[in-house]
């Protein structure tokens, strides 16, 4: 993000030798420390799970707007049963966050 211009520049920055992010790495150290200082167990873990639960859901939803942008190459044509898994895991987590 940071070499996007999205974030601050120093986050960007790598230990030439190692080429690892130290200031990246002390940044969400600090912030994973507030996190789990800020709530108990329970609340975080329904924050990482709920959180899983809506990116995993909108990956599956991807998968169709992929299927719908991107022409079937193959040469036996497409292949309907194929939306049936990310469909089902798209209804599952519909009814599941409910």
Known sequence: MARDDLFFKSPACCIPRYKTPAVALVVQAVWTSLLCLS???????????FAALVFYGLTAVGLFALRVKTPCRRPTGPR???????????IATAVIRR
């Open 39 to 49: 709530g108990t167990y329970t609340q975080l873990l329904n924050f990482v799970i």
């Open 80 to 90: 309907p049963g194929l939306s049936l898994a990310p469909a089902l895991y798209v």
